[in-house]
């Protein structure tokens, strides 16, 4: 233990949601006897009126469930809404999270000498609040291009502010790597990866069995930025192509577009899966698919899905983002309009793929590889410190 450094997580995404980095780095460094206490997304008292998936958040709000040797989920109470556009609400809701995750320490008889590692970039005054040995902020999203409630002027300010106060700064994309790099100099470029013990070619899962081949998978968030739009004409032009989509359509974020796809006859919804059967559902797939919409939130993304398709051999078509331009034409087609991307899935249905490559890329981006050199960034700051 003595080599070990306990690490806070304050993370963007609840625990039971789909695994990402969050969650492999505090599974990983967990195994590696680092007391590693997770707390999850917050939420406003509000939130449950316009989703009910906050329902369950609010339910469990306060708890503190110990899920491993040296891994422990808490649960955030309700905080104010507007945090990311008026100051007054801003500075209450980071009062409210620190207080809960000092009064968690306690509880749990965490160290008192700890890293915080940051997921939301208007964090800084929980920073402040809690002092932490070593401060981090891991940059996976553009997030004021989310919208919503957020004032985009009011979190690119407040991400001036977390990302010039930490040590240490990640970045999962290089468009968000240089933006950071003007308020950090120590900042890093680490991309998304996957884990290839996990997906690997295998047996197709007996759900997808009677679906016809060839078959198109897409695999993840069913968003706002998810284009229905160019999908159902995808989808009609190929009408002899299977599209499997899994993954669970966020409140009425997508409208009655996902009725108008089921009626096309060759889209199959499969709802949300375990990242564990993933797999399963994308074995025998002729290509993966990321139908974005082009607007700036999508620039800046690091996506999962394209490493979890190249671990199973999988080409993967999809629209335009930076992060994507300078990969191998194997591992994937960037896809400018309608006709382009229904022309790159012909082709790799048509064609025999190097399948080689793609998982020479899949092994080359792995999980493991990102966790490594996490650590050595970390254990050099906290030597200094």
Request: aromatic share 12%; net charge positive; hydrophobic share 35%.
């Amino acid at each position: 233990m003595s080599n070990s450094i306990p690490l806070v997580i304050f993370s963007s995404q609840d625990w039971n949601d789909l695994p990402t980095r969050k969650h492999r780095f505090a599974r990983v460094l967990s195994s590696e006897e680092n007391p590693i206490l997770y707390i999850e997304a917050p939420y406003t008292y509000l939130s449950r009126f316009g989703d009910k998936q906050y329902r369950e958040k609010e339910k469990r709000s306060g708890n503190i469930k110990k899920i491993g040797d040296n891994l422990w989920v808490a649960s955030p109470p309700s905080i104010m809404p507007f945090y990311a556009r008026y100051h007054w609400s801003h500075r209450k809701a980071c009062r409210k999270l620190a207080e809960f995750a000092m009064q968690t320490t306690l509880d749990i008889g965490f160290p008192n000498e700890y890293a915080a590692l940051f997921y939301l970039p208007w964090m800084n005054p929980i920073r402040e609040m809690l002092s932490p040995k070593v401060s981090m902020y891991d940059c996976v999203d553009d997030h004021s291009g989310y919208g919503g409630t957020s004032s985009q002027l009011f979190l690119d300010k407040a991400e001036e502010n977390l990302a010039g106060s930490c040590d240490l700064v990640f970045a999962t994309a290089r468009f968000l790597s240089q933006r950071l790099q003007r308020f950090n100099n120590n900042t890093i470029y680490l991309p998304n990866a996957v884990d290839t013990e996990l997906f690997k070619p295998g047996k197709a899962s007996a759900d997808i069995k009677d679906i016809p081949k060839p078959r198109v998978v897409y695999a993840g968030a069913l968003r706002w930025w998810f284009d229905t739009d160019l999908l159902y004409r995808v989808a009609d032009e190929l009408r002899s192509v299977s599209f499997i989509i899994i993954g669970s359509p966020r409140g009425r974020e997508l409208g009655k577009n996902v009725n108008n796809l089921k009626a096309l006859g060759n889209v199959y919804f499969m709802g949300r899966r375990p990242q564990e059967e993933l797999p399963e559902f994308m074995s025998g797939c002729s290509a993966g698919i990321i139908p974005f919409k082009t607007i700036e939130l999508t620039k800046s993304v690091s996506p999962l899905k394209l490493y979890e398709y190249s671990a199973m051999g999988i080409p993967t078509v999809s629209t335009p983002m930076m992060e994507l331009e300078s990969l191998p034409e194997e591992v994937v087609t960037i896809a400018r309009n309608n006709n382009e991307f229904v022309d790159g899935i012909k082709k790799i249905i048509d064609n025999n793929t190097d399948n080689k490559t793609i998982r020479e890329f899949a092994l080359e981006n792995n999980w493991q590889g990102r966790v490594d050199r996490f650590k050595r960034e970390l254990a050099d700051i906290w030597q200094k410190k």
